[in-house]
């Protein structure tokens, strides 16, 4: 999108300064995963969503929205790696490994305050959708545990997860930057949904991503949902056709070579591909959902980043070699 790079920069730019603390180790354990990298993702959904209006710039307000998704997105990744004991996170040591979980928990909690008081200072309306966010992202994780080592967990349970943990901050990363950006209430709803479906599209990729790809093409270690009992939605359908040989693995933490093994079953299987269709059928849906907005340059972004989504899996995909 014409201009993205810019307001890109300007994220950047507030990012690290939302997370400036007067004690200098807070801002540095803080800052960790910001230097690291990352895709900022939310952030250029919520600049792209405030873009759909025609003629609209890229107000201050609007890169403070997707600043304040950002640092929800950050702080949950803090807390997410203190559970999983994760050792690396984009590609580098992670914020647990290096400091431990109680500074990890803290400089999560920090992010999350910075966020709160960002999204505070752009309304009512904000503060309240982001809140309630982070009481979604809570409850699909809880699901997710709860579920941990499940071999009969269903595909509904899996996408409800799915949905509260990843789909509700695109969902809302897209309605914040349309509020912000002064979009009509209907467009606001629109972006809301696309948002969401884009969400379910991206985390069954991620999902299917852990089966198939590779430590280096993750910046991660791959398997690593089979490792936690995990069951995603590849592995789900592996199971309810498998000859009892992944069945038998599964179901319990997983000892030295069970992962790669569960990892060649569940790809060997037509699960992955099917994968793919589902993650394809949400991708569409959100594209679909745009039609109302009309065909400007940053609904065609965002059109064009969710096709990218499912156009680039190093995997087959049943529409296209049908
Ligand atoms: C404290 C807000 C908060 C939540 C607590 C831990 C937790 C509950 C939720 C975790 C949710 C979680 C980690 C979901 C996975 C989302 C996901 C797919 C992350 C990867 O997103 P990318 O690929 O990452 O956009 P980058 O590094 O590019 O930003």
Redesign the pocket.
């Known amino acids: 999108m014409p201009g993205m790079g810019h307001d890109m920069e300007r994220v950047e730019k507030a990012l690290r300064e939302s997370v400036r603390a007067d004690d200098e180790f807070l801002t540095e354990v803080a800052s960790h995963l910001i230097k690291a990298g ?4 939310r952030p250029a959904f919520a600049i792209a969503a405030a873009a759909s209006r025609p003629g609209s710039q890229t107000t201050d307000d609007v890169i403070m929205g997707g600043v304040a998704v950002e640092l ?2 950050l ?3 803090y ?2 790696d203190v ?1 999983d004991e994760a050792e690396m996170r ?1 590609t580098v040591e992670s914020v647990n490994a290096r400091w431990g979980n109680l500074r990890a928990i803290l400089a ?1 909690d920090f992010l ?1 305050a910075r966020a709160s008081e960002i999204a505070a200072g752009l309304g009512t309306e904000v503060a309240g959708l982001l809140a309630s966010t ?1 009481g979604r ?2 409850e699909g ?1 809880v699901r997710e545990l709860q579920s941990a080592f499940q071999v009969d967990r269903s595909e509904t349970a899996y996408l409800t997860s799915i949905e509260g ?2 789909a509700s901050l695109f969902s809302s990363a897209c309605r914040i930057g349309a509020i912000v950006g002064g979009l009509p209430r209907a467009d606001v709803d629109t972006l809301t949904e696309f948002g969401r479906l884009f969400g379910m599209a ?2 069954v990729v ?1 999902d299917i991503l852990d089966v198939v790809a590779t430590d280096e093409q993750l910046g991660k270690p791959a398997g690593h949902d089979l490792v936690e009992g995990v069951y995603t939605l590849p592995v789900i359908r592996a199971l309810a056709t498998d000859d009892g040989e992944l069945r038998g693995l599964l179901g319990h933490p997983l000892g030295p070579g069970e992962m790669e093994r569960a990892r060649a079953l569940v790809r060997a299987n037509g699960a992955v591909a099917g994968s793919v269709r589902t993650a394809r059928d949400f991708a569409e849906q959100a594209v679909a959902t745009l039609a109302p907005l009309g065909d400007g340059t940053a609904t065609g972004s965002l059109a064009a980043a969710t096709l990218h989504l499912v156009d680039h899996l190093p995997v087959a995909d049943p529409a296209t070699t049908r």
């Open positions: 990352g895709k900022r993702l929800v997105h702080g949950s990744l807390h997410d559970m984009r999560g999350l982070i992202l809570c994780q943990k990843t991206f985390q991620d």
